[in-house]
């Protein structure tokens, strides 16, 4: 296992941003659709939805830490050296 | 080598408080707003509400008992819910609230709908064969 580079932690940042951006884009861009959260008619529904947000992108920020990691580690450490073993 | 692991405990610090405040942050958010729904409110007028299987009953101040919740915008609401069999819970998408309805007690909750419209009331608690058809509408009108 190598030591990581300057280069590799700008590649797993990128790399995280995109996914967030990939995940923001299918989660409706922050605005919670009215298919399935529609906008409060009362004054504590406005609350709740703006408590909702702000858990539904804290649930983006880390979705897109854990999967874009993932994907950084998969391509950083994929061992290319390797045979396939369908041969 | 240790260059990297300082680097990597760093991140693993960012991680672990990061999420500690992310969540307390939340609950303080969410705690008073919590107490503030079910805070006792001037009403207008109380509606006693029955849930049974399969069926929503509104009775109003005048006695009048129907199957539909109407509302004037602008007024507050007392809803007392009672379940006369199993476990149901009162649920409007629009209002952002769900509560259970649990028989032998009574369910208090105030409500303040402003915006005139047609709303679901559904069941939200599985409570038997026709649980999905246990719904009705809450109309509030200007």
Known sequence: MSELRRWDYYTWGFIIIVTYIIIDIIGGGQTIGSSWTPYPIDNIGMQIQRLYSIVWLAGEIVSALFIGSLFWLSIKYWDREQKSEME | ?142
């Open chain 2, 1 to 142: 080598m240790a260059e990297e692991s300082k680097t990597i405990k760093q991140i693993e610090y960012l991680t672990i408080f990061g999420a500690t405040i992310l969540l307390f942050a939340l609950g303080f958010m969410a705690i008073p707003l919590m107490y503030e729904i079910e805070d006792p409110r001037e009403e207008d007028y109380i509606v006693k509400v029955t849930a049974e299987q399969w069926a929503w009953k509104f009775e109003y101040p005048n006695g009048e008992i129907i199957s539909e919740l109407n509302i004037k915008s602008g007024e507050t609401v007392k809803l007392e819910m009672e379940s006369t069999d199993v476990i149901h819970a009162f649920y409007v998408r629009d209002l952002h609230i769900k509560f259970d309805i649990i028989p032998g007690r009574v369910k208090e909750i105030w409500i303040t709908p402003e915006t005139p419209g047609e709303y679901w009331i559904q069941c939200a608690e599985f409570c038997g064969a026709f649980h999905g058809a246990m719904r009705t509408k809450m109309i509030v009108v200007e």
